[in-house]
């Protein structure tokens, strides 16, 4: 139990564009996900944390403008990278938090994002 | 301030060594949960284990065992035997009681060569 799925698990996109990424968890609601970046041979950083039904809490540093998060139901979170640049290029990994277990915290198996 | 640090950036041992990952730790919270994570080459994180600030006891997970000492703020892991399947990037984690937030250390790379 306790899976979250993660897509895509690559993708490459021009720059200008915007690409999507998605976070389901698949047999549990989580009320609360959270978007993690991972720039190379680098830790994991907290990007924001995306509430379902309401807005998502950005940490600070992050362009909530260029990352949109929406969290529409209790089994998706989604990243938005708007206008993305090369040096939006990263690996981006979400965590779900299972509702009532106090540690329940599953994490996707990450994005790979490349901006050419 | 680091609340997580892994000082080791990258470790390289031969099959069948042992090998211990340092973990560092810094906190106010008197609850509070450890992790550790591992990242093999395709990226996603694996849970390996957790341990609560209340509970010191040791714990041996077959090659797997770690060293949570709350005196010196560590939390040390420690593969015996260690195998090439074992390679991989390691981070330990901090959560804080009262937050969601992760604090994690920027990771120790493991190689095991053959």
């Known amino acids: 139990g306790a899976v979250v799925s993660q897509h895509p698990s690559r993708v490459i996109c021009k720059s200008g564009t915007s690409v999507k990424i998605e976070c389901r968890s698949l047999?549990?609601?989580?009320?609360?996900m959270f978007w993690y970046r991972q720039f190379p041979k680098k830790s994991l950083m907290l990007m924001a944390t995306?509430?379902?039904?309401?807005?998502?809490?950005?940490e600070q540093g992050v362009e909530k403008d260029k990352f949109l998060i929406n969290h529409a139901s209790l089994t998706l979170s989604t990243l938005t990278v708007t206008s993305a640049h090369p040096e939006d290029s990263s690996f981006y990994i979400c965590?779900?938090?299972?509702?009532?277990?106090?540690?329940?915290?599953?994490f996707g198996s990450g994005t790979r994002l490349t901006v050419v | 301030a680091q609340k997580v640090t892994q000082a080791q950036t990258e470790i390289s041992v031969v099959e069948k060594e042992d090998v211990t990952l340092d973990c560092v730790y810094e906190?106010?919270?008197?609850?509070?949960?450890l992790f550790w994570y591992k990242q093999p080459p395709s990226g996603e994180l694996v849970f390996l284990i957790r341990?609560?600030?209340?509970?010191?006891q040791n714990e041996i997970s077959g090659r797997y065992s770690w060293n949570f000492q709350k005196s010196t703020s560590s939390f040390n892991f420690t593969i015996t035997a260690s195998q090439v399947v074992d390679s991989a990037v390691y981070f330990c984690?901090?959560?804080?009681?009262?937050?969601?937030?992760?604090?994690f250390g920027s990771g120790t790379k493991l190689n095991v060569k053959p």
């Open positions: 906190t106010r919270d008197t609850t509070y949960y």
């Open positions: 984690a901090l959560r804080e009681n009262n937050f969601n937030k992760f604090y």
């Open positions: 965590s779900a938090r299972r509702q009532g277990v106090d540690y329940g915290y599953t």
């Open positions: 047999d549990f609601q989580a009320t609360t």
């Open positions: 341990r609560n600030s209340f509970d010191e």
């Open positions: 995306s509430n379902e039904g309401s807005k998502a809490t950005y």
